[in-house]
């Protein structure tokens, strides 16, 4: 399966713990994106990456979250200390595109999602 | 990015067309529509986008208005397997990068 994967697809933790999740892009691709979605609304976006620079982050992206690129390749989001408002599905997206250049379409791709659920 | 409106959900017959609206009147120049649909579970899937001309590819038909503020998604022959919600995307020349969804439109393809 060459589709952009993530893992865990479910994660259960307690209030208050460490959490990560991990996505594999398309291997070609240098653009990698993450959302959060809660239910009934569509995916927010959090931060992106160009090969390994984190190049845009959400004001939805607390001082709690970080995410690393750093190979360029695999990404991970860390939730420190979380809380139930952290529940959530944690969707992982990639593209290509090349910075500084306007594309006319840059068709994301995205994993599966990790769900979090934060007791 | 221009806002969107789309209905919240609507109902389809199998093999019918399904014909979703999407408003974006405050759509700029440089800024392109793109429709993506999300099935239960599962992540968002890329399905067409245009400019100002009308554009069809394997999945679907998309329409743009000659003032480009409304669109429509066509699903030629639609299927049960096209249960979804269906998000319209206004998106900028400079900020490409990410993608703003809104709460899209609920489609129910029935037997």
């Known amino acids: 399966d060459t589709g952009v994967s993530q893992n865990p697809r479910h994660k259960i933790t307690k209030r208050g713990q460490n959490v990560t999740f991990r996505c594999d892009p398309i291997?070609?691709?240098?653009?990698l994106y993450w959302y959060r979605q809660t239910l009934g609304q569509g995916p927010e976006f959090l931060t992106y990456?160009?090969?390994?620079?984190?190049?845009?982050k959400s004001r939805l992206l607390s001082d709690r979250f970080s995410a690393e690129r750093p190979k360029g390749s695999f990404s991970t989001l860390e939730i420190q200390r979380t809380e139930q408002g952290d529940s959530a599905m944690y969707l992982c997206?990639?593209?290509?595109?090349?910075?500084?250049?306007?594309?006319?379409?840059?068709?994301?791709?995205f994993g599966p999602g990790t769900r979090l659920t934060v007791l | 990015d221009a806002k969107t409106t789309q209905p919240t959900s609507m109902d389809c017959a199998e093999g019918r067309a399904a014909n979703l609206p999407c408003n974006h009147s405050?759509?700029?120049?440089?800024?392109?529509v793109y429709w993506y649909r999300q099935i239960h579970s599962q992540g968002p899937q890329y399905i067409i986008h245009?400019?100002?001309n009308n554009e069809t590819n394997e999945m679907a038909s998309l329409i743009i208005t000659e003032d480009r503020k409304s669109s429509t998604l066509i699903l030629p022959h639609a299927t049960l397997r096209d249960t979804a919600v269906y998000y319209c995307?206004?998106?900028?020349?400079?900020?490409?990068?990410?993608?703003?969804f809104g709460a899209g439109t609920t489609v129910t393809v029935r037997a």
């Open positions: 245009g400019l100002k």
């Open positions: 291997s070609e691709h240098n653009r």
């Open positions: 405050t759509i700029s120049g440089n800024e392109y």
């Open positions: 995307i206004v998106r900028g020349s400079f900020n490409d990068y990410k993608l703003s």
């Open positions: 997206a990639s593209s290509l595109g090349r910075a500084g250049v306007y594309s006319s379409y840059n068709e994301q791709f």
């Open positions: 990456f160009q090969n390994e620079a984190q190049l845009e």
